[in-house]
């Protein structure tokens, strides 16, 4: 089972875009579920990560401006981006955190350029 993230496209710098993950029950209920991101040339990194419990961590570079919320009942995770700036291009996955080999997908691409 892959994690299939959405959302993704070309918006100019400032702008907003929300990302979606739909996840099965199974995995959704019982891990810390998390977005990361590779961008050309750059080894993937965590970029926000949310438990059940509600413990939210954000990678430093985009405090302020990326919020991760989760919603349960559809089993569904989603990172808001505001003031995306050109170097949060990327494409951007979901996973569980730690990140689990099976469950990368192909990701969505972002990219932020005028």
């Known amino acids: 089972v892959q994690l299939q993230a959405s959302g993704g496209g070309l918006v100019q710098p400032g702008g907003s875009l929300k990302l979606s993950c739909a996840a099965s029950?199974?995995?959704?209920?019982?891990?810390?579920m998390a977005w990361y991101r590779q961008a050309p040339g750059k080894q993937r990194e965590l970029v926000a990560s949310l438990s059940n419990g509600g413990a939210i961590y954000y990678v430093n570079s985009v405090k302020g401006r990326f919020a991760i919320s989760r919603d349960n009942a559809k089993n569904s995770v989603y990172l808001q981006m505001n003031s995306l700036k050109p170097e949060d291009t990327a494409v951007y996955y979901c996973?569980?955190?730690?990140?689990?080999?099976?469950?990368w997908g192909q990701g969505t691409l972002v990219t932020v350029s005028s």
């Open positions: 996973n569980t955190r730690p990140a689990q080999l099976h469950y």
């Open positions: 029950g199974s995995i959704f209920s019982g891990y810390i």
